[in-house]
């Protein structure tokens, strides 16, 4: 689905990936965008988690899937999200109210809405999702209401960023791919 982006819209994509100073790596399949700037890899396949595991990670543009929305979380690296379908929207609303990122409406954004909202993301250096907390309450609906509880010594997924991933973290009851248990 993601190599059927319309070429208009890829685009604005490749013009705002060009707009940040950063190097961009977008898993894309479709054409190459004649737009796309040097800052700008295209790969076919990427190891998302670990690449979100990497401390110099800053952004992670996602669709709002739970698995990436779980993966973003557990890395502690801030989202700007554009959901497509199904729980996206919701996931992407519940996420962008907790401080994880921005949404964006895919079908009527702009390369600068998009380029903004990654300046925005990048830039924010207190980002409020899971900091100064012990206990969060995530995705009730499809958790079932249970609770992910954070080790006492960590104050918050970003401030675990700095050791590159989060240590100790426990989920409990919860599907594996939400936290990953003890990684140092």
């Known amino acids: 689905m993601v190599s059927e982006i319309p070429e208009k819209k890829a685009m604005q994509i490749a013009d705002a990936l060009g707009k940040i100073p950063q190097t961009v790596l977008w898993r894309y399949t479709g054409p190459r965008p004649s737009n796309l700037a040097k800052n700008t890899i295209l790969v076919k396949w990427l190891p998302q988690n670990d690449l979100l595991g990497h401390p110099m ?6 669709h709002s899937g739970s698995h990436g929305i779980y993966e973003g979380i557990c890395n502690g690296v801030p989202m700007v999200m554009m959901p497509l379908f199904a729980d996206q929207m919701d996931n992407a609303k519940r996420m962008e109210t907790r401080g994880a990122g921005v949404t964006l409406n895919v079908l009527e954004m702009t390369s600068e809405d998009l380029a903004n909202a990654l300046k925005t993301v990048i830039s924010d250096k207190s980002p409020k999702i899971l900091q100064d907390t012990d206990w969060i309450l995530f995705y009730p609906e499809f958790l079932g209401g249970r609770l992910v509880q954070l080790d006492q010594n960590v104050a918050g997924v970003m401030g675990a960023r700095s050791k590159s991933r ?7 009851g919860t599907p594996s791919n939400c936290c990953v248990n003890s990684l140092g």
């Open 57 to 62: 990670t800053r952004a992670f543009i996602t």
């Open 166 to 172: 989060l240590q100790d973290a426990h989920c409990l």
